[in-house]
């Protein structure tokens, strides 16, 4: 039973704090669905647990299974069963798409993977996704359109079966064909292995085809609310501004708790934290 | 003076050596050299009227070379030439490429990989009209090393129609390396074509953590990323037999220096 625990997690750059305190909790075949205005620290989120060298843990931990992720390198946490399908692939010329899957796969594994194997699981692959046949010979992402980067990320996670998969803006750049594609497979996907799902996106349109069975709405670094696949509808109906309505009127509320009085309270153990 | 078809040379430098080939009028083939040894190497090629030739000269000296190589192109002759400057030791290298020839052409492609150091002053030398020039060359330069690469493409008053172009592209993988390309173009008459392109630069960060992030090692990920970085000089090389050695060379110096974990 796969588990992603992350707890009150902290994430800087560059002496910028961009995550201030994180909990969440995703388990195999759930499927979370992670929305809020740009700029708020949902990519951050997906990069930090995927280990990208520039994000800066200064608080908090991440939990895969039990294991302390934040201890793992990149290709070890990738080998645990973490995968993330990122917003901007890089394009590396001179690596062929075929040589970088056949590493990937190799890396799992104590012995090479045969290469009719991988050829046949790779084009038939390449056929779900209804990607151009000559897909293995090109070079990684190289001259892409951005609806072929995306498939190729969700070509990826076929290929390398991870136990939880993130999603960063998979439905950008793909028309309402590619879309409708890549959702059936990807459904079609998690439905068989019972895969985890963190899904960040701005519409509704992707959560039609994948329905979240969790809703979390990331401000200011943190998650101010989650809820079941209804808040996406709501969100997509009336935007982010309730939700900071309605934080504005807690803060109200709390304001006139003064330090003193906190530390009464606390000391009296009637501590609202 | 050879015939057509494939050849094999190996050149064995001991102290001065000489070196002088022929390649007749009309001929055409692929002419493959493995140069080994230390000292000093003069190198002597003439490729006469419309001979078509596909040549590679891999340098497996890991001694101190100097080589010193003059390549005269006549009337109509066609000549691919690859470089594969892949081995350790000290070289210095001069390659003339003098096109004496009208429609005469050339296409140059290098891979090297520099263990300690390598100069190398590569010149595209058009005495004639409608000569055509191009130099294309890929590097890596490791750690604690020292690379230079002069490039040059000149045209002279009165060789209308002609072009020469350049690319470099060198990886640098030492902080305490040096890597200095010079890309020069002198050209003296109105009517040609002419471009350079160089860069030098470091491993990109962000492609690492991509490849990484997919479960390569890090090593691995380098290992890949290095043999994409020279593979492409192979590529368009219609010769075969020239193509899979080149390709084995580049793949056995690079897999030597980072190994599969």
Known sequence: ?273 | MIDSGLHIERISVTNNHEFKQVFPKNTNGSYIVYIEGSGKLDVELIFEENAKWHVLWINESDQNLIIREKIYLNRDVMLNINYAELSSGNHKKQTLIEMIGNGSYVHVKGAAMVFNELYWDLQAIHHARHTYAQLDNHAIVLKDTKFEIEVTGQIDKGYSQSETHQSTKVMNLGHKSDAIVFPKLLIDENDVAASHAASVGRPNEEHIYYLTSRGIHKDDAMRLMLKGYLLPITEDIKDETIKERLITEIETKVDSQWKTK
């Open chain 1, 1 to 273: 039973m796969a588990k992603l625990e992350i707890i009150d997690l902290h994430v800087s750059i560059e002496d910028k704090n961009i995550l201030k305190g994180v909990n969440l909790e995703i388990n195999e075949n759930e499927i979370h669905a992670i929305m809020g205005p740009n700029g708020n620290g949902k990519s951050t989120l997906l990069s930090t647990i995927m280990g990208h060298p520039r994000y800066e843990v200064t608080q908090g931990s991440i939990l895969f299974d039990g294991e302390n992720v934040l201890e793992m390198e990149p290709d070890e946490r990738s080998k645990a069963g973490i995968f993330l399908g990122m917003q901007y692939p890089q394009e590396v010329s001179g690596v062929t798409n075929a040589d970088f899957l056949k590493a990937a796969i190799n890396a799992r594994r104590d012995t090479p993977v045969g290469l009719f194997e991988f050829v046949k699981e790779m084009e038939s692959n390449i056929e779900k996704l209804r990607m151009k046949p000559d897909l293995a010979h090109r070079y990684l992402n190289d001259g892409f359109s951005g609806g072929e980067k995306k498939r190729n990320e969700i070509l990826q996670l076929l290929m390398l079966k991870p136990k939880i998969a993130m999603l960063d803006e998979i439905d950008s750049g793909l028309d309402i064909d590619a879309l409708s594609i890549v959702a059936e497979v990807l459904k079609e996907e998690q439905k068989q292995r019972k895969m985890g799902l963190m899904i960040v996106s701005h519409y509704e349109r992707f959560f039609e085809f994948i329905v979240p069975t969790h809703t979390h709405i990331m401000m200011d670094g943190k998650i101010v609310l989650s809820g079941d696949e209804s808040l996406v509808t709501k969100i997509d109906q009336e935007g982010y501004d309730w939700i900071d309505a309605k934080r504005a009127d807690e803060m109200v509320e709390k304001r006139p708790i003064s330090v003193a009085s906190k530390v009464l309270r606390e000391a009296l153990g009637d501590s609202d934290d």
